[in-house]
């Protein structure tokens, strides 16, 4: 689905340390960590990609910025969600959303005093270090 939007895909279940992004693709513009949600049905109305709650957010921000820090990108950087739904007998998918910019998280600036600062994302307050 990506590749067909002009995507190359960097990496499928990239993990540093705990932190793990399903897919990251990049165009030349930017780059998208990607959250995948496959079931083999619907629960009630919910579609998957609606079962990404605040927790994995936060732990996708987490490990964009720690996919930053390892890659030292510059590209600008977005979140998305992928829902399917694949017939278990088939294995078909008979449904698929891609919600691009899904959630936007604040930037932080982390400064250590200089006149030049780093940025991240952030999901909680950042504590100041000594």
């Known amino acids: ?24 693709a990049e165009n030349k513009q930017e780059i998208v960590f990607v959250e995948v949600k ?14 990404v709650d605040e927790a994995k957010k936060k732990r996708m921000i987490t490990s964009g910025n720690a996919f930053i820090r390892h890659s030292k990108s510059t590209k600008a950087l977005r979140f998305d969600i992928i829902g399917i739904i ?19 998280p604040a930037m932080h600036a982390i400064t ?17 270090t000594k």
């Open 1 to 24: 689905m990506l590749e067909k939007k002009g995507y190359r895909i960097v990496a499928h279940n990239w993990r540093l340390g705990h932190w793990e992004i399903d897919l990251i």
């Open 38 to 51: 496959a079931r083999t049905t619907m629960f009630g109305d919910f579609r998957p990609e609606e079962y």
């Open 86 to 104: 694949v017939d278990p007998k088939t294995m078909e998918i008979t449904y698929r959303s891609h919600l691009e910019n899904a959630f936007n």
């Open 112 to 128: 250590n005093g200089s006149h030049s600062a780093a940025w991240r994302w952030g999901h909680k307050k950042i504590r100041k």
